[in-house]
């Protein structure tokens, strides 16, 4: 019997998708004769079909509807079994993996470990900085045995829907700011009676974090006052020196900006009802972690709960 290649699941997918087998060869960077052997490979292997090719566009059979599930299921598996494996093999290891959204990698995270320092030993931690997005595929995959990121407090987000545990174990504010003029009033501001010109703001792309949590404020915003979105970025840090370049109104973390607020480099540019409360949560993979990386999960729980 012919060994089933994993990458067929991949394609069949791609197919399922679309329906158009043009479409879905582009997709998976080859010819479209070469894509439709590795589909047929795939039904043969099965022994049913799993496209009726009859319509345009080519619909999934019954097989086909009850085989979609389950290859996605062995894809997300498959995707799982080298973090597995790297987390079985590091049983015994001192290491920490961690996560981190690359805003609280540079402002919380220093004096967060300082702090647990106090009440435990820690060893080595291997940190991988990154947006959300990508942060919450590590954790996923078991690539990394923690992440540390902003949530909305009021919203799930993927992994609570998941069912992944975490403890909070700080709090922060995004605050909408802007430069100041001369006068030190914003030289932007979110204010409906004196607008003249669409407000300009400055925003994060759909992989971001803080992007996801901001995004419910900017479309209320953008009902009540006109608005126009100059610049568009997925790191806070970046959008942060755009706001002090005095080019719009960039929502940030009060962790990253809170020396930038004291010296008056940037001021609010709306009233406080615009800012969102957020907190900082660590979240911990489902699987087995080492016998540091429990310890070092447990030490978490007065220091959340305080």
């Known amino acids: 019997m012919k060994t089933m290649n994993l990458s ?3 394609d069949f997918l791609a197919l399922a998708a679309s329906g158009n087998f043009s479409r879905a060869a582009d997709e998976r960077h080859m010819t479209q004769p070469a894509f439709s052997r590795r589909i047929r490979a795939l039904e043969e292997w099965l022994g049913a079909e799993l496209f009726d090719r009859s319509v345009q566009p080519a619909a999934l059979t019954d097989t086909g509807k009850w085989f979609d599930s389950i290859a996605k299921d062995m894809l997300a598996r498959a995707a799982k079994i080298p973090g597995e494996a790297q987390a079985f093999h590091e049983i015994n290891s001192t290491t920490l993996r961690i996560a ?3 805003a609280l990698s540079f402002t919380f995270m220093p004096r967060w470990l300082r702090g647990l320092e106090t009440q435990i030993e820690i060893g080595q931690v291997r940190l991988v900085s990154d947006v959300l997005q990508r942060c919450e595929a590590m954790l996923m995959e078991s690539q990394v045995q923690f992440l540390l990121t902003h949530a909305r407090a009021d919203s799930k987000s993927d992994l609570d ?3 992944y545990p975490f403890f909070i174990v ?6 909408p700011v802007s430069a100041p003029k001369k006068d030190g009033k914003p030289a932007h501001v979110l204010d409906k009676a004196t607008a003249k010109s669409p407000a300009k703001l400055l925003s994060y792309s759909p992989e971001s974090g803080i992007g996801r949590i901001v995004a419910d404020k900017q479309s209320s915003l953008a009902e009540m006052l006109p608005t126009k979105t100059v610049f568009t970025a997925h790191l806070a840090s970046v959008l942060r020196t755009m706001a002090l370049d005095g080019r719009g109104i960039a929502w940030l ?3 990253l900006i809170a020396d930038d607020l004291k010296h008056g480099l940037l001021v609010e540019a709306a ?5 969102v409360e957020m907190h900082i949560r660590l979240y911990r993979d489902k699987a087995t972690i080492s016998k540091a990386a429990e310890s070092f999960w ?3 729980k007065p220091y959340a709960e305080d």
């Open 253 to 255: 973390p009060k962790t």
């Open 161 to 163: 829907v998941q069912g």
């Open 100 to 102: 981190s959204t690359h």
């Open 298 to 300: 447990n030490t978490n």
């Open 8 to 10: 067929w699941l991949e």
């Open 170 to 175: 700080g709090k922060d504010l995004l605050i």
């Open 271 to 275: 009233p406080h009802n615009w800012c």
